[in-house]
T-cell receptor
């Protein structure tokens, strides 16, 4: 089944404890991205990757890191999480990094930073 | 700058009522794409429709219909004869080349629709 998977789905952590949220897609998509969803703000892009080893900042990159060493994986790293990073996170993939291609979203990761 | 505005933060209707969710967008692109997504209480994002800027024909899919008005930069979504299962948060989104960020989606703030029995 074609899908985007994220792990973990739920995470409660404490300020400053490094964490990684994994994202994997099995559709051989070139484009992957991370969004965070906050009430009233919709989803905002954190980072994106046009292809392997090519990543760039989205609208809200502060406090996050990403890497794209393999085409299928795009982990999101929070080196020193803070309470303002409490949010619902979505990973997405798309066949190409061109406007208009449908984005396939993962199930979401709900992160709470205490 | 690209922007999507969903002015209605919350709408409450009684089952079988028709409801329209508004979406207004801003972009400098001449070619762009508009999307609607549904987020049910379970939290996942469900793709509903994609429309490109050159196709102003309205679309109907069952009880769902979309009205694209380029002249007023709007892409409104109507649910006819609403049902309790339509209760969800609905997002309008825009994708274009203005931001030079690949296939980035610019989302509106979302409209929470509650359909009461």
């Amino acid at each position: 089944e074609a899908q985007v998977t994220q792990n973990p789905r739920y995470l409660i952590t404490v300020t400053g404890k490094k964490l990684t949220v994994t994202c994997s897609q099995n559709m051989n998509h070139e484009y992957m991205s991370w969004y965070r969803q906050d009430p009233g703000l919709g989803l905002r892009q954190i980072y994106y990757s046009m292809n392997v080893e090519v990543t760039d900042k989205g609208d809200v990159p502060e406090g996050y890191k990403v890497s794209r060493k393999e085409k299928r994986n795009f982990p999101l790293i929070l080196e020193s999480p803070s309470p303002n990073q409490t949010s619902l996170y979505f990973c997405a993939s798309s066949p190409k990094g061109l406007a208009g291609y449908e984005q396939f979203f993962g199930p979401g990761t709900r992160l709470t930073v205490l | 700058a690209q922007k999507v505005t969903q002015a209605q933060t919350e709408i409450s209707v009684v089952e079988k009522e028709d409801v329209t969710l508004d979406c207004v967008y801003e972009t400098r692109d001449t070619t762009y794409y508009l999307f609607w997504y549904k987020q049910p209480p379970s939290g996942e994002l469900v793709f509903l429709i994609r429309r490109n800027s050159f196709d102003e024909q309205n679309e109907i899919s069952g009880r769902y219909s979309w009205n694209f008005q380029k002249s007023s930069s709007s892409f409104n979504f109507t649910i006819t004869a609403s049902q309790v299962v339509d209760s969800a948060v609905y997002f309008c989104a825009l994708s274009g080349t203005e931001r030079n960020a690949g296939n980035m989606l610019t989302f509106g703030g979302g409209t929470r629709l509650m359909v009461k029995p």
